[in-house]
């Protein structure tokens, strides 16, 4: 995130002369050492360490890995990580600041989501934290301007288990051209003892550009100054292609049915044709049909809650055209919207898509 040249008494009881350069040198050394003890203390006794306020999960635990358990895990996104956890770290400072420097996929990107995932001590904990974003224009790409926070908060049940939360951070409107962000979280870790940063410390691991700042983001120094063994933290993003914003959806009433009560649709197919419901459909399912209105183009299911605790939206087409669709909640809130390219005529595949984040119960 800068001599007085006392003698020996030899066997006569009188002074024996001693090179200067010898009595300087050991006066020298003498001196140090005093002076070394002196800030020692001083340094103890004010409460003051150099890097030396770092704590490993397997100071506890004895390092053995860890599965991440159910949450949000941002796997369609970007991260430095192998998705094994051999330690966690705390800091403890009243304001700790740990980022990992993440590059979008591709240009324009949008910052939409923040995932972090924690590893509990010796009993469940639970805090408020906040989830950081900082450009990478920092002397040498390091940390530089602050871009934003989100809160959000942790709680995990049981000791010695980790967790992945994640955050909805497209109100922050942090659009990319070029280069990358230092995406990570803000919490104290004087307060909150039991609770730990998942790190990947696998040698395979490529070395990611990670730092921490315990005064308020003014400076930074590498984690690995502290935690020597650091490949990478287990913090992830997700971008969204192009400026970030989604496409309305078209005017016209909202589509629904009863297999799949309190959700609403809405589909473009081929970029002008409106798709409608048919009603003959597969259980479970909203089929929609683009030009002939008895023959389904496109099947949409909405299945769980998964064991990640989310809803997720399947989408299965059997046409070549591009396919637009709208998702929302008859109740309100977001809209999901999903985006399946055209593909060639002769395509001996046509893809889908599921959405293994899309929906809270």
Same mark, same amino acid.
């Given at each position: 995130?800068?001599?007085?040249?006392?003698?020996?008494?030899? $066997? *006569?009881?009188?002074?024996?002369?001693?090179?200067?350069?010898?009595?300087?040198?050991?006066?020298?050394?003498?001196?140090?050492?005093?002076?070394?003890? !002196?800030?020692?203390?001083?340094?103890?006794?004010?409460?003051?360490?150099?890097?030396?306020?770092?704590?490993?999960?397997?100071? @506890?635990?004895?390092?053995?890995?860890?599965?991440?358990?159910?949450?949000?895990?941002?796997?369609?996104?970007?991260?430095?990580?192998?998705?094994?956890?051999?330690?966690?770290?705390?800091?403890?400072?009243?304001?700790?600041?740990?980022?990992?420097?993440?590059?979008?996929?591709?240009? &324009?990107?949008?910052? *939409?989501?923040?995932?972090?995932?924690?590893?509990?001590?010796?009993?469940?904990?639970?805090?408020?934290?906040?989830?950081?974003?900082?450009?990478? +224009?920092?002397?040498?790409?390091?940390? !530089? *301007?602050?871009?934003?926070?989100?809160?959000?908060?942790?709680?995990?049940?049981?000791?010695?288990?980790?967790?992945?939360?994640?955050?909805?951070?497209?109100?922050?409107?942090? =659009?990319?051209? *070029?280069?990358?962000?230092?995406?990570?979280? =803000?919490?104290?870790?004087?307060?909150?003892?039991?609770?730990?940063?998942?790190? /990947? %410390?696998?040698? !395979?691991?490529?070395?990611?550009?990670?730092?921490?700042?315990?005064?308020?983001?003014?400076?930074?120094?590498?984690?690995?100054?502290?935690?020597?063994?650091?490949?990478?933290?287990?913090?992830?993003? %997700?971008?969204?292609?192009?400026?970030?914003?989604?496409?309305?959806? &078209?005017?016209?009433?909202? @589509?629904?049915?009863?297999?799949?009560?309190?959700? =609403?649709?809405?589909?473009?197919?081929?970029?002008?044709?409106?798709?409608?419901?048919?009603?003959?459909?597969?259980?479970?399912?909203?089929?929609?049909?683009?030009?002939?209105?008895?023959?389904?183009?496109?099947?949409?299911?909405?299945?769980?809650? $998964?064991?990640?605790?989310?809803?997720?939206? %399947?989408?299965?087409?059997?046409?070549?055209?591009?396919?637009?669709?709208?998702?929302?909640?008859?109740?309100?809130?977001?809209?999901?919207?999903?985006?399946?390219?055209?593909? &060639?005529?002769?395509?001996?595949?046509? +893809?889908?898509?599921? /959405?293994?984040?899309?929906?809270? &119960?």
């Amino acid at each position: 995130m800068n001599p007085t040249v006392v003698g020996k008494n030899d $066997r *006569s009881g009188s002074l024996s002369p001693k090179p200067l350069a010898v009595l300087s040198q050991k006066s020298t050394r003498r001196a140090l050492t005093l002076l070394g003890l !002196g800030v020692a203390i001083l340094l103890s006794s004010t409460g003051v360490q150099a890097q030396n306020d770092g704590f490993r999960f397997s100071d @506890l635990r004895g390092g053995s890995p860890y599965l991440p358990q159910a949450g949000p895990t941002c796997s369609g996104g970007v991260a430095a990580d192998d998705g094994s956890i051999e330690e966690g770290y705390r800091v403890g400072a009243s304001d700790v600041r740990l980022v990992q420097r993440l590059v979008p996929p591709s240009y &324009p990107s949008t910052l *939409s989501r923040i995932c972090a995932c924690w590893l509990t001590g010796t009993d469940p904990s639970s805090m408020s934290f906040n989830f950081m974003v900082y450009d990478d +224009n920092g002397p040498g790409g390091t940390p !530089g *301007s602050f871009l934003g926070s989100v809160p959000s908060s942790i709680n995990i049940g049981s000791s010695f288990t980790a967790a992945f939360v994640g955050q909805d951070c497209s109100s922050l409107g942090l =659009q990319f051209t *070029s280069g990358g962000a230092y995406v990570g979280v =803000q919490w104290n870790g004087v307060a909150n003892e039991d609770l730990f940063v998942c790190a /990947d %410390e696998s040698p !395979g691991t490529p070395l990611a550009q990670v730092f921490r700042s315990t005064n308020g983001g003014s400076t930074w120094q590498p984690i690995t100054d502290t935690f020597t063994t650091d490949r990478a933290l287990m913090f992830r993003a %997700e971008f969204t292609p192009g400026g970030g914003t989604d496409p309305l959806p &078209p005017d016209g009433p909202w @589509l629904t049915t009863n297999a799949l009560p309190g959700f =609403q649709f809405k589909s473009r197919i081929d970029n002008s044709r409106i798709a409608t419901k048919v009603t003959d459909c597969v259980p479970e399912t909203i089929c929609l049909a683009g030009a002939i209105p008895t023959r389904t183009e496109v099947f949409v299911r909405i299945i769980g809650p $998964r064991p990640n605790g989310f809803l997720w939206p %399947e989408v299965i087409r059997f046409t070549v055209s591009r396919v637009e669709l709208w998702v929302q909640k008859t109740s309100g809130g977001p809209i999901n919207y999903y985006n399946l390219s055209g593909v &060639p005529q002769d395509s001996d595949v046509l +893809n889908g898509l599921v /959405d293994r984040e899309g929906f809270l &119960p």
